[in-house]
């Protein structure tokens, strides 16, 4: 087993550029793709419907980056790319999901670090209720309801992101890997609300 934090083992979105253009695409996309195997150690499938929208919107994401790298070096950049192709906007759709579903993790995580009193499965439904809800249906909702209880229990999941490595580290390494994700999930939403290419 590792003595490093998984949080130490990924990109971190702490270290994913932003410049007056915007957050950089490519760092960003290799960030998220980190914060996708966080899922893994959640266990037993857990928001694996989360797990797999948020995949589907990275490679959404990276296909409109690989068709124009220079115009979609930022994700501001990719949004306003996609203005002029009448119509297509399969990379702002994409981009606005992922956006929904980092700012998911972002919350929950933020909820577990200020909280340590409460359990997992709390964290992730005041997360789910604050997040994703109001944009799903019944029938998704229940299964959300069903995912949420088989959360892990914070220490087991702990263990698992600490990899061997000391709590102190662990909270460290965690804390300012969601301080960069929150102020990228937070631009990004400003910016996609703030200049109305849609609704995160």
Known sequence: ?????????????????????????????????????????????VFGFVQNDIKGNIGGVRTRYQADS????????????????????????CLIRLTRGLTFLCRALQHMQND???????????????????????????LAAVAVRAAPYRRDFYSRISQGAPMERLDAELAKWLCGLDVIVKRLKGFIEGEGYGRV
């Open 1 to 45: 087993m590792s003595s490093r934090p998984y949080f130490e083992t990924v990109k971190s979105f702490a270290d994913v550029p932003i410049t007056v253009d915007g957050v950089e695409t490519l760092l960003f996309l290799e960030a998220s793709e980190g914060l996708v195997q966080l899922f893994d150690l959640l266990g037993s499938g």
């Open 70 to 93: 220079f115009g979609c070096s930022t994700l501001e950049n990719l949004v306003r790319s996609e203005v002029s192709l009448d119509g297509d906007r399969h990379g702002t759709g």
């Open 116 to 142: 340590p009193s409460v359990e997992l499965h709390v964290c992730f439904k005041r997360s789910y209720d604050e997040v994703l809800r109001q944009h799903h249906t019944f029938f998704v909702r229940s």
